[in-house]
Structures are given as C-alpha cells and as structure tokens.
C-alpha cells in the first residue's frame, strides 16, 4: 500500500524539487524538439534561397541544441525519474508498470534523436544537401515522437480515460487530452526555438550583420505565430478534462487560477512580441540579447506557470481517480480505513524518541499522508496553516478534508489513527504550543495497535 | 507490489532486455571514466604527441557521455520495472547523495566539453585541461561509488534498518573496495581497446599514421596491464564474497555458467592482448581481443545478476513474478527498435567514409 519509505526536502519539500527540475527539463526539452523541426524546415529555406547567412545560423543553432539539449535537457531528464523515484515512488511504480513499452518506444526515439542531433552537426559541408536534410528529419521527426510518447503517459496521469474500465494500455496512452495536450506542447515546442532563434543571432552580432540579424530573428518569428491558437487550444483541452479540474483551474483554488491567467497572458504577451517585434524585419533589426533574454525569461516563465496547472488541477489526485497525491491507492483506500494506514506502511515507524504515545502515533500518520506536500515549516507548511486553529477546527477538517478543500484527499486510516493525527497536529498550533500537557481530551489505548504493527512490519516483506 | 501494474511481460524477457543493454551502458561508461583520467596523464607528458593523443581521447569523451546516459536510462528503466521496492528503497536511503547524481553527471558532462575545447587550443595552458580532466574524474568516480551503493543497499534487505539512518555504512562493507577498483581498472581495460579502435578509425580517415600506430600501441598497453591487475583485483573481490555467493556463482545455473565463461574470456583476454602487443599492426589480435573483452563483460553482467538474485532470492523469485503480456505494445516496441536500429545502421554508414576533418 506504501511500500516504500519516505523523503523530504526540508523546507522547500519534495513537490518543490521535483517542479524545479521539471520546468527546467520541459524548457529545455520542448526548445530541442522545436529546434530539429526549425533547423530542417530552415535548411530546406536556406538551400532554396542560397541564403548563405540562414546556413550558418542553423549551423550555430546545431551545435547549440547539443550544448543545451544534450547536457542539460537529457540530464535533467534523468533528474525528473530520480526526483520522482524518490519523493513519490508510489506513482512512478504505477506508471513505469504500466507504460513500460511505450517509456522503451520513447527510449528508441531518443537514441535515434541523439545520433542524428550528433551527426547533423558534424556533417555540416561534408555530406550532399540532400543526405544532410535526410538526417536533420530523423532528429526532427525522432524528436517530435518522443515527445509523442511522453505526452501520452503525462496526459494520462490526468485524463485516464476508458483505461479504468477497460485496463487496455493504448487506451490509457490515447486519452482525452493527449490530442489538446499535444498540440499545445507543439505550439510550445515551436515558440521556444522562435525565441532561441533571437537569442543566438543577437549574441553573435560579431557573426551576423543587422541585416542578416533582421532576416534571421524575422524567420524565427515565424515558429511563433501558432502561439495565437492557444487560446482555441486551451478552450479544447479544459472541454475534455474532469469538471472538478477546470473548476480548480477556473477559480476554484486560487493560486491555480492566479498560475493559469498568469501563463496565459504570458504567453498573449510573447505572442504579440512575436508578431510587432520579431515577425516584421523592420523591428527585428532592433532587437538585442537583452530584449531576446527577456522574452526567453518571460517564455519560461509561462511555461513554469502551465506545468504547475496541469500538475496541480490533478489533486488532490497525482493519477486522476486512481492514485492520491499522498500515494495511496484510491481502491485501497477502504482496506486501509478498516485496518489503519500505519499497518500497511512498513517504514513509516512512530517516533518514540522524540515524542509519546498518540503524538508519535500521529506524527507518524502525518508522515503517511500529510509530508509529501507539507513541511512543518517552510513552503507550503503545516504550522502556518494551522497555527490559530483549535481541537475541534481540526478534527473536523480531518473527518471533511476532501469537502472542505477540493484539492484535498480524504483523511485516511481508522478512527484511532485520524484521532492521533489531530492530536499531533494541535500539538503544532499555537494552542498546543502553549499547552505542553496535551490537549483536554484524547483516547490513549487506541494506538497501541498500530504503534506495534508499524514497527514490527519494517523488517518484514512487502512484496 | 499487488495493488501496481503486473509486469508487462514475462520477468525474463525484461531481465535479458536489462541486460543487454546494461552490457551496452557498461561500453560507453567505461570510456567515460577512464579517458578524462588517460587523458590528464598524457598531458603530463612533455613534448606534442601527448597533447595529441589527449585531444583524440577527450574527442570521444562527450558522444561517449552521451550514451552512457542513454542507455543507462534504458537500464533503470528495466530495474524498475522488476525491482521496484528493492530501486526505489535504494534511492531514497541515499537521499539528497541519490539526487546529488544529477548535478555531478551535468557538471562532469560540461567539463567534458570544456576540457575537449581547452586541448584543442594550443595557446592554453595545459594545466587547466589537466583541471578539468582531474574535475571529470572525480566526478564521475564519485557517480560510480553512489551507483555502486545504491546496488548494494537495493540488494541487501536485511541492513535497511541500519542504513535507514546511516546510509553511508555501505561503504564499511568489505567489498566497497575492491568493487569500486574493479570498475575503474576495468575501464582502463576497455578504454585501452577504445583507443585501438580510435586509432585504426582514424588511420582509416586519412589521419597521421605514425602517431596513430604509437596511439594504437599506447592503447594495447594499457588494456593489457589492466587487464592483468583486474585478475587481481577480481580474485581479491571474490574472496570478499560470502560463501553463499561463491555457491551462487559455481551453481551451474545458465547465468552462473556464463559468467564462468566470462571469468574464462577474461583470463584468454590478457594472453591474446600480449600476442597483440606483439603485434601491434595486426588487426586480427584486436579484432579477437575486442571479442574476448566482450564476452568477458557479457560474464561479468551476467555475475553481477547471480548475486543481485541470490542477495534478494529470500522472498523474491524473479521467473515467477506475476505479470500480464501487453502483446501490442511489445510488438510495437519491437518493431519500432528493429527501424530504429536500422536508421541508425544508415546513419552511422554515412559518416563512415567521411575523410578526416581538416583541423
């Protein structure tokens, strides 16, 4: 049920370790995916045109893409599974398990996407035109369906469609949002290489004169026109995901709301700059690093806030009506209210050392169910939620979590087990800081149970 | 693990799957570690040829990373799939040291970079290629000794208890030493083999071939003498083992068997390596060494899943996992890896007869 055990990242929590190296990877990985498509269609430009400066560009752009992408993209890539693994390894068992052909499909197109990234930029004047465009569209095209793949098991997590009903994995793979998803991830995909264009032709302003600048960064504007279908995209894709996750993205839990204008009017703002700044070569002679760096910032930004929706409108779920955020199985979830979530998590033991009775009990609930998103102190913590609330607030919060805040799961686990929790919780008020004898009322003989099977499990199999 | 996924496909088909292409990860890897290192070494050397054969060396080293990471994804991908409990406890025993992986691949793979460009540029002094390369080495030593723990921690259930608030007792076993040694003077031995390929790859592209042929023999050299002190070492590894290991390894179970003939290859590698030492212009003793020294990896793979399901056999059988075949997947997978492989076969023939660039 939670078979493995538990890490935090003091203060800043696991959710926030696993957000940093994702939007970087994403960033990254969306710009690489972009790039093959603009490196092949712009050679395909340059060669038609005898544009000697475009070639020379999409040249620097190459080498870029394997500085970028290669090191960074792949490796923090890498760091997501990692991340993952570790804060929540419920869930990337679940969907390792269950795409594991489809995670080998991706690794297929990933192999052929760094040969053919390598060889396009070594073969740069010593292979025919025609052999050299063969080989940019096997990254393009390589590229592209990795992105393909990833974007199906991403989507699933949200929109898992028929797959409860029917367990057949393609129709897990191809649910209701991979097409919105991916369409969107595509106009993403060619903005990032419309702004990296900017980026790399204006800091080699040694290389390229103002008006090979201008008709470079002009091209480049190009790749991110599509951005004007976004908001056609996003009405798509909020039509075919649950009703409880648009209502959190549309103003049912407000941070969400405030991420998801914030992306969105990020992303109409680059789309204008595309158009009036970069688009016309009148104005795109102006632009310099500093302007492109900005644009690239405000682009990251707009990506960061999109991931953090999507990741977010899935609670309090992190597999929609499968998997809670906490990695307890939604079919579990009456097995473990009838036999207590501390007997099915073999290394969550109670603390004895440094607290008593229902206290350790409950401190080693929270653990369970409440840590990986709260720390006690620091982002998104526990004391500064609760800190003015008394015993009676917080139990009735415990018996109406999933209520009371729609991106909560429900508590889980027996009476006793959700009574300790509570009582370790006022322990964290200011109530109970103030009180260092124990709330007025609590039922001690109830914890023994789980206290002994918690500690007795660990050295037991939980295969 | 009955409330996840059932495995996808037989446990078996995943195991082989894992590998071969562990025995590929393992190729590449190798070269990464011992290069950089080869490398700084060469560059203390007076005098060009040094330098030169540095700079070959450190050319490689980032298409070499590269795959490393490729295929060692496609490596933790399969352990996942069959060893969840025993891979993730690992991971997060270790910790922030497990997520601490990421920033040192990055940072050695950057290096990398650096350090190919600052041996190409002749108006740089040698020192700070030697500090990049030292940098590298320490990095990537450092991402073998986690890897290495984290392998024994997924396989040793019954130390979870203390490891849970003392992870870095890993180290404290008897074997950390003679397991790291044995990763790094094997990829002294592969990497000395890399080198005799660069050498004839390059020769054949128009490069000088008298510097090529000291290159070639510098690589011979090198794989040989690893490969005799990885005799050593191995012995001494072995007699570390416990002796439920060693019944293990000499069961006479298909695994145990290759990694018998592995042993085998290994010690008919050394003697073939000198007959090529011998004779250093002729590519049949490197074509037949190369083939020893995979099968001798082909073994050591093989050795190194005998222990890991011995160490974990107590309450984990793999062939009797339960699992429920995804036939179209697989089969897509399957065609999917055959075009690839085939793409890839066409690329690598394109680049194949380039000349060698002008520099």
Redesign the interface.
């Given at each position: 049920m939670l078979p493995y055990p538990q890490w935090n990242m003091p203060l800043a929590g696991g959710a926030m370790v696993i957000a940093a190296i994702s939007i970087f990877h994403v960033v990254i990985a969306h710009f690489a995916v972009g790039a093959g498509l603009f490196n092949v269609l712009s050679e395909h430009r340059a060669r038609r045109l005898g544009d000697a400066q475009l070639l020379r560009f999409i040249r620097d752009n190459s080498i870029f893409l394997i500085y970028l992408s290669f090191v960074a993209g792949a490796i923090s890539g890498v760091g997501i599974w990692f991340s993952i693994g570790v804060v929540a390894p419920e869930a990337t068992t679940f969907v390792i398990r269950l795409f594991v052909w489809f995670w080998a499909i991706e690794w297929v197109f990933f192999l052929l996407e760094l040969a053919s990234g390598y060889i396009y930029y070594f073969t740069w004047d010593r292979l025919s035109p025609r052999a050299h465009l063969a080989v940019g569209w096997v990254y393009a095209v390589s590229a592209f369906m990795s992105l393909v793949i990833i974007n199906g098991i991403l989507s699933f997590m949200l929109t898992p469609g028929l797959w409860p009903t029917t367990l057949n994995v393609w129709q897990a793979w191809l649910n209701p949002s991979f097409w919105p998803s991916l369409f969107m991830r595509t106009v993403s995909c060619l903005a990032l290489a419309g702004i990296f264009t900017a980026i790399i032709a204006t800091a080699r302003r040694k290389v390229y004169d103002a008006t090979a600048r201008a008709s470079i960064v002009s091209w480049g504007g190009r790749f991110l026109l599509p951005l004007a279908l976004m908001p056609l995209l996003a009405v798509w894709y909020f039509r075919v995901i649950p009703v409880a996750s648009r209502s959190l993205a549309l103003g049912g839990a407000i941070a969400m709301t405030m991420f998801f204008l914030f992306g969105v009017i990020l992303s109409f703002l680059v789309s204008v700059y595309a158009y009036f700044g970069m688009f016309r070569r009148s104005t795109a002679r102006e632009i310099n690093l500093e302007t492109a760096l900005l644009i690239a910032a405000i682009a990251f930004l707009a990506t960061a806030s999109m991931e953090f929706v999507r990741e977010g409108i899935r609670k309090p779920y992190v597999i929609m009506n499968t998997m809670y955020s906490h990695g307890i199985l939604v079919k579990d979830a009456e097995k473990l209210n009838r036999e207590g979530v501390l007997a099915h998590a073999p290394w969550i033991v109670p603390d004895t050392v440094h607290y008593a009775g229902p206290v350790a009990i409950g401190e080693a609930v929270y653990r369970t169910q409440c840590l990986r998103c709260h720390e006690i102190e620091g982002y998104n913590a526990m004391v500064p939620l609760i800190r003015e609330w008394n015993m009676p607030l917080i139990e009735s919060a415990l018996n109406d979590l999933h209520l009371l805040k729609a991106f909560m799961p429900p508590f889980i686990g027996t009476p006793e087990e959700k009574n300790a929790l509570a009582i370790y919780l006022w322990t964290l008020t200011a109530e109970g800081q103030a009180w260092p004898e124990g709330p007025p009322v609590f039922d001690r003989d109830s914890t023994s149970t789980a206290d002994s099977t918690a500690a007795a499990a660990l050295t037991g199999g939980t295969e | 693990?009955e409330?996840?996924?059932?495995?996808?496909?037989h446990p078996l088909l995943?195991s082989h799957?894992l590998g071969l292409v562990f025995l590929i990860h393992v190729v590449f890897m190798n070269y990464v570690v011992a290069a950089p290192l080869l490398a700084m070494i060469y560059l203390r050397a007076k005098g060009e040829a040094g330098r030169l054969f540095a700079r070959w060396l450190t050319a490689a080293v980032?298409?070499a990373f590269?795959?490393t990471?490729?295929f060692?994804?496609?490596s933790?991908?399969?352990v996942?799939?069959l060893y969840?409990?025993r891979?993730?406890?690992a991971?997060?025993?270790l910790?922030?040291a497990?997520?601490g992986?990421?920033g040192m691949?990055?940072v050695a793979?950057?290096f990398a970079?650096i350090m190919q460009k600052w041996i190409a540029n002749p108006q740089r002094s040698i020192a700070w290629s030697r500090l990049a390369g030292a940098i590298i080495t320490v990095l990537v030593v450092g991402i073998a000794a986690l890897m290495m723990s984290n392998y024994f921690i997924a396989t040793e259930k019954?130390q979870?208890?203390q490891l849970?608030s003392q992870p870095w007792l890993v180290v404290k076993n008897l074997t950390f030493v003679p397991r790291l040694l044995h990763i790094l003077i094997g990829s002294l031995a592969v990497t000395g083999l890399w080198m005799v390929w660069i050498s004839w790859w390059r020769q054949r592209r128009g490069g000088p071939v008298a510097e090529l042929q000291a290159f070639r023999r510098q690589g011979l050299q090198i794989a040989t003498g690893a490969t005799g002190l990885q005799i050593v070492v191995g012995v001494w590894f072995l007699l570390w083992l416990p002796s439920a290991a060693w019944d293990a390894l000499f069961s006479g179970t298909f695994p145990s068997m290759v990694w018998i003939g592995g042993v085998a290859c290994g010690l008919l590698l050394l003697g073939v390596l000198l007959a090529a030492l011998a004779n250093p212009d002729k590519i049949i003793w490197q074509r037949i060494a190369t083939g020893f020294l995979f099968a001798t990896l082909i073994g050591m793979v093989a050795g190194r899943d005998v222990i890991r399901r011995l160490a974990i056999g107590d309450?984990?059988h793999l062939a009797s996992l339960p699992y429920r075949f995804?036939a179209?997947?697989?089969l897509?997978?399957a065609l999917?890896?055959v075009v690839?492989l085939v793409?890839?076969l066409v690329?690598?023939r394109?680049?194949w007869r380039?000349?060698e660039?002008k520099e």
């Open positions: - | 693990m409330s996840f996924p059932p495995i996808p496909a995943i799957l980032p298409v590269t795959f990471i490729n060692g994804v496609a933790l991908l399969f996942q799939v969840p409990e891979f993730y406890t991971n997060i025993l910790g922030a497990w997520l992986i990421v691949l990055m793979f950057y970079y019954s979870w208890p849970v309450d984990f995804q179209e997947p697989f897509t997978f999917l890896l690839g793409t890839l690329l690598l394109l680049i380039l000349p660039k």
